[in-house]
């Protein structure tokens, strides 16, 4: 049966599993019941898909929080932090992606620190993905470098990354 969806599900490229349909969605009452009729511990993983085209997703296997919060999708993302889901520090790349401020607070809320302390790859990510009131946040919030270091290095500051990620907001500000 695969083959009679295969090209619809090519073009969508997405996780075709179900709870990967029910995180994607926010649609909490679903995915409650799911994982309680499926016994399914809120520390698992989502099962590769053929179909992911997102090279984060594609890169290593996402727990159920940090696909919640690749998604935005604040509900399941809540109930999973609320059933002792392990909040990591990859947790930041993953909320980015998501595009929710409501999940930046809450790693902050929770002191999770990125990978990277500085706080430089969140930024990266940010600009890359083009949610730039997130980077702006991270810009003002949490950037441990002077700025006169930042314009200093080539290859790591909001400019470049600008440049690479051709997000033109953060090309202006240096003319």
Known sequence: KIFDTFDEKCQIGENDSYISFLIRKDMIDEFVSFVNK????????????????NPLL??????????????????????????????????????IHGNNADMIHILEEYNIEPEDKTYMMCLKES????????????????????LEKKENDFKNNSVSFGFHYYNYEFIEDSC
């Open 127 to 146: 600009i890359k993905c083009h949610h730039n009131n997130i980077a702006r946040y991270i810009e003002n919030n949490h950037l441990e470098e002077s």
């Open 38 to 53: 499926q016994n399914i511990s809120v520390r698992s993983e989502i099962s590769p898909s053929i179909f992911e085209t």
């Open 58 to 95: 594609k890169s290593r296997r996402a727990s159920l929080i940090e696909y919640a919060a690749f998604f935005g999708s604040i509900q399941i993302f809540n109930y999973l932090r609320m059933n002792n889901a392990e909040m990591t520090p990859s947790l930041w790349i993953y909320a």
